[in-house]
């Protein structure tokens, strides 16, 4: 009976309730709409790799709730420059790029005064589009893109936006029709600084990054410093507390001040430190917004700290890049700061690029300067976050005391030079990577004061003979990469030239004239077409230190046979004339490509004056075997000893003997009878990068274990191998690696069958390896460097594991491959020299080796 009852109160209770609840409802069409977007559903538990920076977390678990709910498609996030928006938008990329959620996953990089055209051909780059042609309009590039996606799950992350961009026209539509008809979906998500963008954008959802409370930041600060410090002494924990405070809790300024005070132990540094950052006489004077003003005072206070003005001129100099923009190291970067002097005091080209990665290695401890996130497996390319290129360029314009002493125009897709007013007063100008094709006709002197003049990479540029008499003072010259066929004969009125880049262009002759250029101590003419050079050009310029002829063609032409003009030479005899008349003030350091005979080895070293730094041999067509044991004399002083980058293509040759001293990389391509690599003691010692391609006879390259400092290694195309280290001789079972890439190995099983340890590897890349089934390593290896590993799906899909947990534990640590096939046009459409004078030609084969 009490059950019973019981029963009957709880089904009383139960009708009331829902009474109340039908009466509520019947009220829900009364009810006023306050909110337009349901919040999120429970956020899923990400497995990202990598812990997340301080402050994201919430961000980027919210956005991917929103897109793993299915109803939100166009996402907008937007905050001040520096307050994390593109960390957010990296951290979600790398959730879904382990997802199979969408067919593609696609990330672009807007930035300032970007070109939609531009914009169409990186999405069509991400995605292995081959159909987007250079005359295509916009709308024929949309066309296309929306085809291609129509049918396909598409995850779009744009990043630093500054104006609307029509979604359609990048192939990812959003039309009521679609969602009516249960397209395919779509998702944009975007970053910009302002709010205004996403309104244009039309933005289903919105989030605002705000700068971090003052615990947090105070986290992220620590995170950046050296902690002993701080534990040591209470009173620069103290004053690191108020300089963290300083930076108002905007991450970049954080990470850039703690990155300043790294390895100060003085409490009298640090107290100034803080004494500077809180000048307001100094800050008021340069009319900042506040939130400008936080990072420019902490942008100022990190360039302060650079060990000397030598570091601080390179820094600034990177500014000269379009924004975003991925620097080379060595083929850009590096020989800029040579060109201007700011690094000159040196004996062969060598030691100048060793003091160019000591300044590099200077910024990037100080966080002025970034890993590009594209070629992550050779370390080639840096950049410059935009916002501290915007306060180095602000800074130039202090030092400077007038904005117009710099004119930076890089990128921004300019067809024609600015008014001569406007950098008539200019020192440096920057014009590259536009849609410059013509100059304008200039009196003479017109730029007074210019010293430095970059125009590269604007396609088919045409120089009037005006423009260089009309720069009296200039001491720096790049026009690489603009299809230039013929040079004026008045160049040689730049009598005060130091640095001349012609690299990549069509030039065929060298005028006369160019031996006027008696100054000039760094000429680069790689790429070129160059087949004429009159006797006494190059070996008569006395202040002569570098020379790049690497990938000049060498001539087979018949028809060169036949000229018969006195004091030219075709570019098979040129070089050796005028090397071996060379009669500078300094050692010549030359970077070269020649037939592999053993003729023009020997030549090489009967050069005086000469050092060879960078050496490329081709044995195409070559029926002599030339002998490669670089331990004999042949290759003694004028080769091995500076020489820092060797290239081997195309020679007959069963077996190796490498000793180089200095020898920093070493490419090995299509030596399809190669079966043995033998090393001479210490005479690879410091060799650091190893490239094989298509060496078929090549059984495994277990040599490698003795080289102590390589960190580097990528092999391709090699079917013999099945692995890669057969036996460790008496090397011990630990590898130095930190990068490894494997690709197209059809035959290769595993890395080796014995254990080997990988204590330093980062990187690990495997592409069309379908046979190798199982890693060298387990979960074990999270305990020393890992970061990533990437591949084929399909592939990590197959592996074999020893135990689960290992796959478990490095499944986060897998990135998908997405092949990017055409990385290098997506840089901007950088062209090489070309197979022949039309404009619309594209060969970057050169441009694509990596001999740096």
């Not at 590259?432 to 088919?460: D, H, W």
């Not at 098979?572 to 005979?597: R, Y």
Request: hydrophobic share 40%; with cysteine.
């Amino acid at each position: 009976m009490r059950e019973s009852s019981n029963c009957c109160s709880i089904i009383q209770r139960v009708a009331k309730k829902l009474s109340e609840a039908n009466e509520l409802m019947s009220r829900a069409g009364a009810l006023v709409q306050i909110a337009t977007v349901q919040p999120p559903e429970p956020v899923v538990m990400l497995p990202i790799s990598h812990r997340l920076p301080v402050g994201i977390e919430s961000y980027v678990k919210a956005i991917v709730g929103y897109i793993d709910v299915g109803k939100e498609n166009i996402i907008g996030i937007y905050g001040m420059g520096g307050v994390g928006k593109t960390t957010i938008l990296k951290s979600i990329q790398q959730y879904y790029l382990n997802q199979s959620k969408f067919d593609h996953v696609i990330w672009v990089v807007a930035s300032k005064d970007c070109q939609l055209k531009r914009l169409q051909e990186e999405i069509a780059t991400r995605l292995g589009l081959m159909t987007l042609q250079e005359n295509d309009d916009e709308k024929a590039c949309g066309d296309k893109l929306f085809i291609y996606l129509k049918n396909k799950k598409c995850l779009l992350f744009l990043d630093d936006i500054w104006e609307q961009l029509d979604l359609q026209l990048l192939g990812m539509a959003h039309s009521a029709t679609e969602r009516d008809q249960q397209q395919p979906r779509k998702v944009v998500v975007f970053t910009t600084r302002s709010e205004t963008v996403c309104g244009q954008m039309t933005t289903t959802t919105k989030f605002k990054v705000k700068c971090l409370d003052p615990d947090k930041a105070w986290q992220l600060f620590e995170q950046n410093i050296d902690g002993d410090i701080l534990k040591s002494d209470g009173g620069i924990k103290f004053v690191a507390q108020e300089l963290a405070k300083e930076c108002a809790g905007l991450p970049l300024a954080l990470i850039t001040v703690a990155r300043a005070m790294l390895g100060k132990r003085s409490w009298e540094v640090w107290n100034d430190a803080l004494h500077q950052i809180r000048d307001k006489h100094e800050w008021s004077t340069i009319g900042l917004s506040k939130d400008s003003v936080v990072m420019y005072k902490a942008f100022k206070l990190s360039y302060d700290s650079l060990e000397n003005d030598s570091i601080r001129e390179c820094l600034l100099c990177c500014s000269l890049w379009p924004e975003d923009y991925e620097i080379d190291k060595f083929e850009e970067l590096i020989p800029c700061w040579i060109g201007c002097g700011i690094i000159s005091e040196f004996n062969v080209i060598n030691e100048a690029f060793t003091k160019g990665c000591s300044h590099l290695e200077a910024l990037m401890a100080a966080s002025l300067l970034e890993h590009s996130s594209e070629e992550y497996y050779t370390e080639k390319y840096v950049k410059m976050h935009d916002v501290i290129r915007d306060m180095a360029l602000l800074m130039v314009s202090e030092l400077k005391r007038s904005k117009r002493k710099w004119i930076v125009k890089a990128g921004t897709g300019m067809s024609h030079l600015p008014r001569q007013e406007e950098w008539q007063e200019a020192e440096r100008a920057s014009f590259m990577r536009n849609k410059i094709t013509s100059l304008q006709e200039y009196g003479a002197s017109t730029f007074p004061k210019l010293s430095m003049l970059i125009l590269r990479v604007n396609n088919c540029l045409t120089i009037p003979p005006s423009l260089f008499a009309s720069m009296p003072r200039l001491t720096y010259l790049d026009i690489s990469k603009c299809r230039i066929s013929e040079l004026p004969m008045e160049i040689g009125s730049l009598t005060e030239l130091r640095y001349l880049n012609l690299s990549g262009n069509l030039v065929r002759t060298l005028p006369v004239e160019f031996g006027c250029l008696s100054k000039l101590e760094y000429l680069l003419l790689r790429d070129t077409k160059l087949k004429i050079v009159p006797n006494g050009t190059i070996s008569n310029l006395s202040m002569l230190k570098w020379l790049d002829i690497r990938g000049v063609f060498t001539i087979r032409d018949w028809w060169l046979n036949e000229l018969d003009i006195r004091g030219m030479h075709p570019m098979s005899e040129w070089w050796w004339d005028e090397l071996k008349c060379f009669k500078g003030c300094h050692q010549l350091s030359v970077g070269i490509n020649i037939d592999a005979t053993t003729a023009n080895i020997e030549r090489l070293n009967m050069l005086s004056n000469v050092s060879i730094w960078d050496l490329i041999m081709d044995g195409e067509n070559i029926s002599e075997l030339p002998n490669l044991d670089l331990g004999t004399p042949q290759w003694c002083y004028n080769i091995s000893d500076n020489l820092e980058s060797l290239t081997i293509l195309n020679v007959a040759v069963d077996k190796l003997m490498l000793t180089a001293r200095c020898l920093k990389t070493l490419h090995f391509s299509e030596l399809k009878l190669l079966e043995k690599v033998s090393l001479n003691g210490v005479g690879v010692y410091n060799l650091r990068a190893l490239y094989i391609y298509g060496c078929w006879m090549l059984k495994d390259v277990s040599w490698v274990l003795q080289l102590p400092h390589l960190n580097l290694l990528v092999i391709s195309e090699c079917p013999g191998m099945k692995n890669l280290i057969s036996n460790f001789g008496n090397s011990n079972s630990s590898s130095n690696i930190r990068r490894l890439s494997l690709f197209f190995m059809l035959n290769l099983n595993c890395i080796t069958e014995q254990p080997l340890h990988f204590p330093y590897l980062e990187y690990m890349q495997v592409r069309a390896c379908p046979r190798f089934k199982k890693l060298p390593f387990g979960a074990e290896i999270l305990k020393n460097r890992l970061r990533e590993i990437h591949g084929d799906q399909i592939w990590w899909n197959n592996l074999e594991w020893d135990e689960e947990n290992n796959k478990n534990s490095l499944t986060p640590y897998f990135i998908p491959d997405f092949r990017r096939r055409l990385w290098r046009q997506s840089r901007g459409g950088e062209g090489g020299s070309g197979s022949n004078g039309d404009c619309d030609g594209d060969d970057n084969s050169l441009e694509n080796s990596e001999g740096s």
